[in-house]
């Protein structure tokens, strides 16, 4: 019965040092966690301004040359929402919202050039809800599809490709990614529904009209 008692003692003392210790490494967090939930409400406020200022160079920047970009959030966006009291992160930049560090280290790795124009446009084709149109005369920006796309079975075609309508009927059935090269200013009106896309639902399945199919 002593030595029940002794072990049960023993156990007890040895959870209760457990305890202690527990007990004694949360209060040193304790300041760390207060910090924390401080910093982390005016993040939340913040946001408002920030997926503002990040959604607008998503839908409206892409077209410009860096310097453009620069002056549209610098000289115009910034100064209007600080203007309406708009709540935003100081100094943002909205490749700071739109990218984490291991996407960038992941799209230069996939063969993107690392420098904060090609950066931008990464970002912005990663976010876009419409196909993206990219001008790209030193050939970086195909690269680097082809190779982000080739684990979806990308599949490269021309408008004036024979095959063309087969190929994209064969991609929107299979789900592989599409790149079409050497666009020219007009688009075949048998895609403008893909372009749109104007999608329509039947029972579970969405689909899509392509000339005279869905």
């Known amino acids: 019965a002593i030595e029940n008692a002794t072990n049960e003692k023993d156990a007890a003392q040895a959870k209760a040092d457990i305890a202690n210790r527990l007990v004694t490494g949360l209060s040193s967090e304790r300041v760390r966690w207060a910090a924390h939930t401080k910093s982390f409400g005016l993040e939340q406020r913040a946001l408002i301004g920030d997926v503002l200022l990040a959604t607008a160079f998503v839908s409206y920047a892409g077209m410009f040359t860096a310097e453009y970009r620069e002056e549209l959030v610098n000289d115009k966006w910034v100064p209007d929402m600080i203007k309406r009291q708009i709540p935003m992160t100081e100094s943002i ?38 196909w993206p149109l990219l001008i790209d005369p030193q050939l970086q920006g195909i690269a680097w599809i082809k190779e982000r796309e080739s684990k979806r079975n990308l599949q490269v075609t021309r408008l004036s490709a024979k095959d063309m309508i087969n190929v994209m009927e064969r991609s929107i059935q299979d789900g592989c990614s599409v790149l079409i090269e050497n666009m020219g200013e007009q ?26 199919k869905e």
């Open 93 to 130: 930049r909205p490749i700071d919202v739109l990218a984490t560090e291991s996407q960038v280290a992941r799209w230069g790795n996939e063969g993107l050039p690392l420098d904060i124009f090609c950066v931008q446009n990464g970002a912005i084709i990663h976010h876009s809800k419409r």
């Open 187 to 212: 688009i075949e009106p048998v895609l403008s529904n893909v372009v749109g896309r104007r999608l329509f639902k039947k029972g579970r399945t969405m689909y899509v009209q392509l000339g005279d």
